[in-house]
């Protein structure tokens, strides 16, 4: 009987330095991930900042960017309105041409 409860003994003590050990590994992968989670949010703020500093001249290149590119919309329009037009050498381009035609109907 008194080796059954020794036995019995020795296997809780086990369990117990297994538990600990286990929540000591969770609460230190717990620890790790926290920090980590906290050195980027620290980054992402970081940049965010340098963002907002930035941000006025970005804004700028911005909008000269979208200038430039709706200067490059209206060449490309100029560079694909004469292949639209007739062999006759029409000021209007064919579409026009054929709205004004079904105005006069």
């Given at each position: 009987?008194?080796?059954k409860k020794e036995k019995k003994e020795k296997k809780e003590k086990k369990s117990k330095?297994?538990?600990h050990a286990k929540r000591d590994k969770s609460e230190k992968k717990h620890k790790k991930?926290?920090?980590s989670k906290e050195r980027?949010?620290?980054e992402r703020n970081g940049h965010e900042e340098a963002r907002?500093?930035?941000r006025p001249a970005d804004d700028e290149e911005r909008e000269g960017?979208?200038?430039r590119a709706r200067a490059g919309d209206a060449k490309e329009a100029e560079r694909e309105r004469p292949r639209e037009e007739p062999a006759g050498?029409?000021?209007l381009p064919s579409p026009a041409?054929?709205?004004s035609d079904s105005d006069s109907d």
């Open positions: 009987k008194r080796g330095k297994e538990k991930h926290k920090d980027r949010e620290e907002r500093e930035k960017f979208a200038k050498g029409s000021l041409s054929s709205r």
